[in-house]
């Protein structure tokens, strides 16, 4: 099985060496167990739906994510699982339970190669082998976005009453398994002491090397923070907090 083909791999080669295997490990369709298929509803003897997070950022050659199912699928024998469609590249990755195969464990297996943009996971079959015959009717389009990861720093300095603040961008690369600095909007933003709520400083944008600075009077302490607005590629992201 492909999953464990790569837990052995990164046993052996560590995670650097990952990313050549992840590039090659396209995950073929979920093949429903035989007259299990989603278009057999006519003998449908329950329900089965799929929970997953639907927010994912790719930010390592393999993210495991987590998915949950619910509904009368949940017994011993159980074979289900959903393919993950993409728009334009149709099936490329699935989530699916077999409470016999340690691969089917309900994790969602995102690859540095797999693409990003709006998807589904589609059913691709429920049902049971201690039923012959019967199947589960599950839930369809479940909604999913991949984006790349992003990463914000920021660093500070005062001196007397003019408090400078740096802030960096950066974007994860899936072809060098690395985060590199890019051009990107975002804002400072500024929290008072003792409080939660964030406010904005000032809107700003990264020059090429990813980085911008702002220098202001203030006299009083304050937390601050670099934060990076979503794209159609990347999501928004806050950096940790300084203090100036």
Not at 54 to 83: E, F, H, M, Y
Not at 119 to 141: D, H, I
Not at 145 to 150: D, E, I, M, R
Request: hydrophobic fraction near 35%; proline fraction near 6%.
């Amino acid at each position: 099985m492909i999953r464990r083909t790569l837990t052995a791999a990164i046993a052996v080669l560590g995670l650097a060496a990952v990313t050549p295997l992840a590039a090659s490990a396209v995950r073929p369709p979920f093949p429903a167990p035989p007259g299990h298929g989603p278009s057999a509803m006519a003998q449908a003897a329950g329900t089965c739906n799929l929970s997953v997070t639907n927010r994912v950022a790719l930010g390592r050659p393999i993210t495991i994510i987590p998915g949950k199912i619910t509904g009368d699928c949940v017994r011993q024998g159980n074979t289900s699982g959903w393919n993950l469609t993409h728009p334009s590249k149709g099936v490329v990755n699935f989530i699916a339970w077999d409470d016999r195969d340690p691969d089917y464990d309900g994790t969602w297996w995102l690859f540095a190669a797999d693409p990003i943009g709006v998807q589904k996971f589609v059913a691709g079959g429920s049902g049971n082998y201690n039923e012959p015959g019967v199947t589960y009717t599950q839930n369809t389009n479940v909604p999913v976005t991949v984006k790349l990861a992003a990463g914000a720093w920021i660093s500070s300095s005062r001196k007397a009453d003019v408090v400078t603040l740096k802030g960096t961008s950066l974007l994860y690369s899936v072809s060098n398994n690395n985060y590199f600095k890019r051009s990107a909007g975002g804002v400072f933003q500024f929290r008072e002491i003792g409080q939660s709520n964030w406010q904005t400083l000032k809107s700003v944008w990264t020059n090429s090397k990813g980085e911008v600075s702002l220098s202001y009077r203030y006299s009083k302490t304050r937390d601050y923070r670099f934060a990076l607005y979503s794209t159609p590629i990347s999501w928004d992201l806050g950096s940790a907090t300084t203090r100036r």
